[in-house]
């Protein structure tokens, strides 16, 4: 079918930002929208994917069929939910802006300010949900993430796709106007595992999401 060339295939992808709780009613967090993400899920099942999109907290609804959505809050809780779709996916699109550190203690009541002084927080490492999924990639497996660099992007890039096994590396630079974060236009170039750049110019997420899946089904 070629107006559906996905289809029968299986897809995960994660998007959106992670929350790390400090108490009931604190966290650590980040500006990602998760918009990059939704729109990457929803390109792959309008070609006839079926796809898991596990989600940090969000205010978006995919906004076509064929997505199971798999709402979490924290990095821990992302890897559990990536675990099993991970097992069957033919490809892996890996958007979420995971908090590379979450507090080392989670009060269950809310903390109360002691003093007027300083205040410690210790923090402990997630797991990076790629690096440990790459590690277990089967032949076919096709992996892409992402990399959002304020300098030397090129090589961070390059440098990330190889410690997580990706098999290419999406980049949108933060030096670049319109590239992102938060907004609804990016510009990325995506590098494969050999080095070769593709470039493309600012559009909206939706028509970079295209650009993304047809790169993908371009892997082969
Ligand atoms: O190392 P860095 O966070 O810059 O790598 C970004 C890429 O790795 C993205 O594809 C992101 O979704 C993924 N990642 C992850 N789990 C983490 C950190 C990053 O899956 N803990």
Known sequence: DSEKPLLGKKALVT??????????????????????????????????ASVTLVSGPTSLEPAVGGIDLVRVESAVEMLEACRAPFLD???TVLSAAVA???P???????????TKGDFDLRLTANPDIAATLGATKRFGQRMIGFALET?????????????????AIVLNSLSDKGAGFGGTTNKVT????????????????????????????GLG
């Open 15 to 48: 998007a959106g930002p992670t929350y790390e709780k400090l108490d009931p009613v604190r966290f650590i967090g980040n500006y990602s929208s998760g918009r990059m993400g939704y729109c990457v899920a929803e390109r792959l099942a309008e070609l006839g």
């Open 100 to 102: 590379d550190y979450r």
């Open 89 to 91: 996916a033919d490809i």
């Open 190 to 217: 995506i590098f494969d595992s050999q080095g070769r750049a593709t470039s493309y110019p600012l559009k909206s997420k939706k028509e970079v999401a295209k650009d993304i899946v047809d790169y993908i089904m």
């Open 104 to 114: 080392m203690e989670q009060a269950e009541t809310k903390m109360k300010r002691e």
């Open 151 to 167: 300098d030397r992007g090129e090589e961070e890039a390059m440098r990330k796709m190889k410690a997580k096994q990706l098999d």
